[in-house]
């Protein structure tokens, strides 16, 4: 079972930058998908950037050139460094995962297509 808590949320001014990190055990392969999504109030789950086993990614157009997923293999995390700011980024950030052992092998960011998430950890941007 794939396992993941989420860490690095919190309040930040516009312009600022926040660094997310989640803590991933439990892969039982070595090839799978690692997303971020964000809920923000009064809106759907949206897939903002994913990576893959072989450290391919892929950004929405809301964040492309502002936010960075990474991976640190050594700790098992996935981090996503985000730069500028805006009071629009103000969501519920979700780490997400699936196995390609157990599930289609292809990294998107479809919600639908992830079959493991964290908790949850908020971010507030204000003016």
């Known amino acids: 079972q794939v396992r993941l808590m989420e860490s690095g949320g919190g309040s930040v001014q516009s312009g600022g930058s926040l660094r997310l990190s989640c803590a991933v055990s439990g892969f039982t392969t070595g090839r799978y998908c690692m997303g971020w999504f964000r809920q923000r109030p009064g809106k759907e789950r949206e897939g903002i950037a994913n990576i893959d086993h072989d450290d391919h990614t892929i950004y929405a157009e809301s964040v492309k050139g502002r936010f960075t997923i990474s991976k640190d293999n050594a700790k098992n995390t996935v981090l996503l460094t985000m730069n500028n700011l805006q009071p629009e980024d103000t969501a519920i950030y979700y780490c997400?995962?699936?196995?390609?052992?157990?599930?289609?092998?292809?990294?998107?960011?479809?919600?639908?297509?992830?079959?493991?998430w964290g908790q949850g950890t908020q971010v507030t941007v204000s003016t």
């Open positions: 997400a995962a699936h196995d390609f052992a157990a599930t289609v092998p292809i990294c998107s960011l479809r919600a639908p297509d992830f079959t493991d």
